[in-house]
């Protein structure tokens, strides 16, 4: 099956810095990568996702890119703010994996002042 | 768009008891939830998944007479935990998705469940 590993697992910034998180995946038939981001207490929330057929994306201070030879992607945030603060999780879907994501183990990202 | 209400977000209830949490899709119809289990600083971890109308799939090692899950309509889906004890006790999130491979799974906000 497939397997997601994420690094950092703690990450820490200052405001206004960027901040990257890599994730690599095993199965090279997983085709969605979606990234979400979780506050305490909270369930994750989407906020970026690319598809095997694109490399990059981008939303406002947001940017994922996808490297499928090497079966790596990554999260780019750029001018961090406090309220990024959160863990984030990076996931993969295989195709005819019935659906099911597989998560990363999470990074705890700190932005400070 | 795409909203998931999870209800109740947090139950505290005594060893022996049944529990049932609710999973809604507001905005959408839901043909496919999922149910995950996520301890403190850990991953979410997938113990089932369900189709509108069928039953559900569970992941290796979830016991399914312990967490029934019921998908009996397009925008609700509920999870109960047969007679908790203190062990079941953890933060358990829904999400749900809509028809289409390319469709986005949705989170719920999470139920912390405590078993005294």
């Known amino acids: 099956g497939e397997n997601v590993e994420q690094h950092p697992s703690t990450l820490s910034v200052q405001e206004g810095d960027s901040a990257v998180i890599k994730c690599t995946y095993s199965?090279?038939?997983?085709?969605?990568f979606p990234w979400y981001k979780q506050e305490l207490g909270k369930g994750p929330q989407l906020i970026i996702d690319?598809?095997?057929?694109?490399g990059e994306k981008k939303d406002q201070r947001i940017a994922v890119t996808l490297n499928k030879t090497a079966k790596h992607f990554s999260l780019h945030i750029t001018e961090t703010q406090p309220e990024d603060s959160a863990v984030y999780f990076c996931?993969?879907?295989?195709?005819?994996?019935?659906?099911?994501?597989?998560f990363g183990t999470g990074t705890q990202l700190k932005v400070e002042l | 768009g795409a909203v998931v209400s999870q209800h109740p977000s947090r139950v505290i209830c005594k060893s022996g008891t049944s529990v049932k949490i609710e999973c809604r899709s507001l905005?959408?119809?839901?043909?496919?939830m999922f149910w995950y289990r996520q301890f403190p600083k850990q991953s979410l971890m997938l113990m089932a998944t369900?189709?509108?109308?069928?039953?559900?799939?569970?992941e290796q090692g979830v016991e399914k007479d312990k967490f029934l899950i019921n998908h009996a309509s397009l925008t609700l889906s509920t999870l109960t935990v047969t007679s908790a004890h203190p062990e079941d006790s953890s933060f358990y999130i829904c999400?749900?998705?809509?028809?289409?491979?390319?469709?986005?799974?949705?989170f719920g906000d999470g139920t912390r469940l405590s078993i005294l």
């Open positions: 996931a993969a879907r295989p195709t005819g994996g019935g659906n099911k994501l597989t």
């Open positions: 999400s749900a998705k809509t028809q289409g491979v390319d469709q986005p799974q949705h």
């Open positions: 199965d090279s038939a997983s085709n969605y």
């Open positions: 690319i598809r095997s057929n694109v």
């Open positions: 369900s189709n509108e109308g069928s039953k559900a799939t569970y």
């Open positions: 905005d959408f119809q839901a043909t496919t």
